[in-house]
């Protein structure tokens, strides 16, 4: 039972346009959502999270928008660089423990 | 710091042979996790250390695979025996503490092929 869910596996945009990445959650006990970002044959790295208790968070291009009535998050980059092709896996948490989705794999065109 | 430091990188096997994995995690984090990567599953997590005691393996998949964590600068994770089906890449992660408001920092992982 997949608890977090990323529906779209890839997508593509055009550089400089906005890129948005959507995740779903079935728990509404979850308290705390992180997106990372993992490039090949790296581990993933922390790009920005957002508590239950915010609906918006901003770090410069990156900007996480959480809903809790749809249980839904989803990511913003604006505007979309070359360098920000990657898989972006979404997480929800309570307590201890990170229960990731499956990821996407954003590809952004030069 | 050097990062979480995992070996090897890559690992190919034989269907029924013993593998270990390794993870050195960041100093001065008492939090070890142990994921698995898989394109059907995405990043499963397999096995929660807290100050090198495990406290939630759960999400280990059967008795083939085991967790250690000896010190607070090593863990590993063996499959006896392994199976194709194991194929994966195995992610170990660090936190400075288990609550939500740190990230966990990843190591680059181990690629594992069982034939």
């Known amino acids: 039972d997949q608890q977090v869910k990323q529906n779209s596996p890839s997508l593509s945009v055009q550089e400089g346009r906005i890129s948005i990445l959507n995740c779903d959650y079935t728990?509404?006990?979850?308290?705390?959502f992180l997106w990372y970002k993992k490039y090949p044959a790296e581990g993933p790295t922390f790009l920005i999270s957002?508590?239950?208790?915010?609906d918006k968070n901003e770090d410069g291009r990156f900007t996480v928008f959480l809903n809790k009535s749809a249980k839904h998050l989803s990511l913003h980059i604006v505007p979309s660089q070359p360098g920000d092709s990657a898989v972006y896996f979404c997480a929800a948490s309570r307590d201890y423990k990170y229960i990731f989705g499956t990821g996407t794999r954003l590809k952004v065109l030069a | 710091d050097a990062g979480v430091i995992q070996s090897p990188r890559h690992e190919v096997t034989e269907m029924g042979q013993e593998v270990t994995l390794r993870c050195k995690p960041i100093s001065g984090h008492n939090s070890l996790f142990w994921y698995r990567q898989t394109m059907m599953r995405g990043l499963e997590l397999l096995i929660y250390f807290n100050n090198n005691v495990p406290i939630d393996d759960s999400g280990m998949p059967e008795d083939r695979f085991s967790a250690k964590m000896p010190n607070a600068s090593f863990s590993t994770l063996k499959i006896q025996p392994s199976e194709p089906r194991d194929s994966a890449v195995y992610f170990c992660?660090?936190?400075?503490?288990?609550?939500?408001?740190?990230?966990?920092?990843f190591g680059s992982g181990t690629r594992l092929t069982v034939v």
């Open positions: 957002i508590s239950s208790i915010k």
């Open positions: 728990n509404s006990m979850f308290d705390y």
């Open positions: 992660a660090s936190s400075l503490s288990a609550g939500t408001d740190y990230g966990y920092t």
